[in-house]
């Protein structure tokens, strides 16, 4: 199983970056898929899910109304829209597959990991 996340790079207060995670080795239409980032000297922290089909998507409080996921099922891809990014945003940020499950609210539980992908965000 791979998953591969780029698209990472620096980018200016208030503007935009799109990342995205392919993934292989796995049947990608039954897994659920989150974002999930960690800045410097903090620990791993979640940003985005989306379910198998397209729904059960959170996002982060940090983040919403900025950041949208959506994934292409044809290409076994997942994309992070990010848009008025800040300086906070700054992270290396992991692709993840699992799985969505209820237990109080929806929550998703990684089975993979992807390699990650820093983004930075400075003037």
């Known amino acids: 199983v791979q998953l591969q996340a780029f698209g990472g790079g620096l980018v200016q207060p208030g503007g935009s970056l799109r990342l995205s995670c392919a993934v292989s080795?796995?049947?990608?239409?039954?897994?659920?898929m989150a974002w999930y980032r960690q800045a410097p000297g903090k620990e791993r922290e979640f940003v985005v899910q989306?379910?198998?089909?397209?729904?059960?998507?959170s996002v982060a409080e940090s983040v919403k109304g900025r950041f949208t996921v959506s994934r292409d099922n044809a290409k076994n891809t997942v994309n992070l829209q990010m848009n008025d990014l800040k300086p906070e945003d700054t992270a290396v940020y992991y692709c993840?597959?699992?799985?969505?499950?209820?237990?109080?609210?929806?929550?998703?539980?990684?089975?993979?990991w992807g390699q990650g992908t820093l983004v930075t965000v400075s003037s």
């Open positions: 993840a597959a699992g799985q969505i499950k209820y237990d109080s609210d929806w929550h998703f539980y990684a089975d993979y």
């Open positions: 080795g796995l049947n990608f239409r039954t897994y659920s």
């Open positions: 989306v379910g198998w089909g397209g729904g059960r998507v």
